[in-house]
């Protein structure tokens, strides 16, 4: 991870009411971000999932507002 | 009307040939394709507009919204399965078959107004608008539908498509960052209201604020994510056990919970 807006970083932990089945520690390494961070790295993504929305809707979602994320 | 034309469009990459954003199926589906600059646009739009004409032919065909559609006539029994357009038939079938994978809880004979299969149909037409871009001299394409999302190849070299999922509790933000195989689909009552019903008790009802499920058919994850949200977690074991496919949740308390398989790359910290 690069950059000056990441403020802290995490990584999981099995009580991070993660995972639904108990996993050894060594596989739960996610790194868990604030959402500085988070959306640093969303200017990396191609696209986004959420809820159904309608064509207006599209406007003011995640997924309308793509080219934005990240700056 | 605003220009949807650039809107959702990926950050600039020099490997993205093409975005598009069509206003269809009562939402807006954009399409992306990726492949290097030496690749000429002029080959790739016939593909797209195949891949949009299909689109609007699903919509013609399984739209609820307009009375005239086959489904609708056929939903009012004005017409029987055996006059109506064949993919009406296909459609059911895979319904039938999610409604048993999903133990029932994804069931589009339960709805009150009759059959309706929408929770399939959306993830099925994108991922055969999709399919009509495989032969486009491309190195990857992005099909998604209100969320759903269908995808083939890669962005760039040496890299795989990665999402992210909007965090139902806050929408303008995240929740996580997921590496891309296949297709991902996600459900939940925060962008439209309660509208899924719970087949077993007949009540409007979500058990989780989101549910995703990753996989190779999106109209069958499309599926799958209706039941998860409806079902609540005790469904991600189902899910499991069914090989290719992934699923991930977020609670009403912004708890999440993920199948092992889940191909997580980050998660963000929730309040």
Redesign the interface.
């Given at each position: 991870m690069t950059g000056s807006k990441i403020t802290?970083v995490?990584i999981?932990s099995l009580n991070?009411?993660?995972?639904?089945?108990s996993?050894s520690i060594d596989?739960m390494a996610?790194?868990?971000?604030?959402?500085e961070a988070?959306a640093a790295?969303?200017?990396?993504?191609?696209?986004?999932?959420?809820?159904?929305?309608?064509?207006a809707?599209?406007?003011?979602?995640?997924?309308?507002?793509?080219?934005t994320?990240?700056l | 009307m605003v220009n949807v034309d650039t809107l959702g469009a990926p950050l600039e990459s020099n490997d993205l040939i093409l975005h598009h954003a069509e206003d269809v199926m009562g939402t807006v589906v954009t399409i992306d394709v990726y492949g290097p600059p030496t690749v000429n646009r002029e080959l790739v739009d016939p593909y797209l507009s195949s891949a949009l004409a299909s689109l609007h032919h699903a919509d013609s065909v399984f739209s609820l919204w307009q009375a005239d559609s086959p489904m609708s006539k056929l939903r009012r029994g004005e017409i029987d399965l055996a006059k109506a357009p064949v993919v009406i038939g296909e459609v059911l079938e895979a319904c039938q078959a999610a409604r048993e994978l999903s133990q029932g809880w994804f069931d589009p004979w339960a709805l009150p107004g009759g059959t309706d299969p929408t929770g399939y149909v959306k993830g099925w037409a994108a991922q055969r608008a999709l399919h009509l871009l495989l032969g486009a001299p491309v190195q990857g394409a992005i099909v998604n539908a209100a969320g759903d999302i269908a995808s083939f190849g890669y962005p760039s070299e040496g890299e795989k498509f990665k999402v992210g999922i909007t965090n139902p509790h806050s929408p303008k933000e995240l929740t996580a960052i997921v590496a891309l195989d296949g297709c991902i689909a996600t459900s939940g009552s925060y962008e439209r209201g309660q509208h899924l019903m719970d087949p077993h008790s007949g009540h409007f009802c979500t058990r989780v604020a989101s549910a995703s499920v990753m996989g190779p058919d999106l109209g069958l994850a499309d599926a799958l994510a209706t039941a998860l949200a409806i079902a609540g977690n005790d469904l991600l074991d189902v899910i499991d056990e069914l090989s290719e496919f992934e699923a991930f949740t977020v609670s009403f308390d912004q708890e999440r919970h993920w199948t092992p398989g889940f191909p997580l790359i980050s998660l963000a910290a929730h309040e």
């Open positions: 802290s995490t999981g991070d009411g993660g995972n639904y089945r996993q596989s996610i790194p868990i971000l604030e959402q988070m790295q969303s200017g990396n993504i191609q696209s986004v999932s959420g809820a159904s929305y309608t064509s809707g599209f406007i003011q979602s995640l997924q309308g507002a793509l080219t994320l990240g | -």
